[in-house]
């Protein structure tokens, strides 16, 4: 099994954020997390000299400040944006969120919440 070294999890609601971190934490493959609350600090956390950059982003939708389709935009500005997965993980139902997520060459996946196991294991056969 392929291990995740680091997820950036970038997602508002705390409740959310802590279900993720526990779900991740519980399996086998995703070895560390950092959880950032909005696109914008996602974004200034990406291009920050010295840091370390994830093998995976999960991300929300629904945010406020920059929302996941606003980070996806300025993600792709970004020349690390082909090396890094980004798989959507929102409440989201909406089938409009559903096919523009399919339709964006850098987003591997799109999950409802909330995160388990299972799903994290479809996670990676997406990446």
């Not at 000299?49 to 970004?78: A, C, H, T, Y």
Request: charged share 25%.
């Amino acid at each position: 099994m392929k291990n995740i070294e680091l997820v950036l999890v970038v997602e508002d609601d705390p409740i959310s954020s802590y279900v993720i971190n526990l779900a991740l934490r519980q399996h086998e493959a995703f070895l560390e997390c950092i959880e950032l609350p909005n696109g914008q600090v996602a974004i200034d956390h990406l291009v920050e000299d010295g840091q370390r950059l994830p093998d995976l982003i999960l991300l929300d939708i629904n945010m406020p400040v920059m929302d996941g389709w606003e980070f996806l935009e300025k993600f792709s500005e970004m020349s690390v944006s082909q090396d890094i997965p980004v798989v959507m993980l929102t409440s989201s139902i909406n089938p409009d969120d559903i096919e523009k997520a399919r339709a964006h060459q850098l987003v591997k996946g799109f999950l409802s919440k909330p995160l388990n196991k299972a799903k994290l294991d479809e996670v990676l056969t997406f990446i």
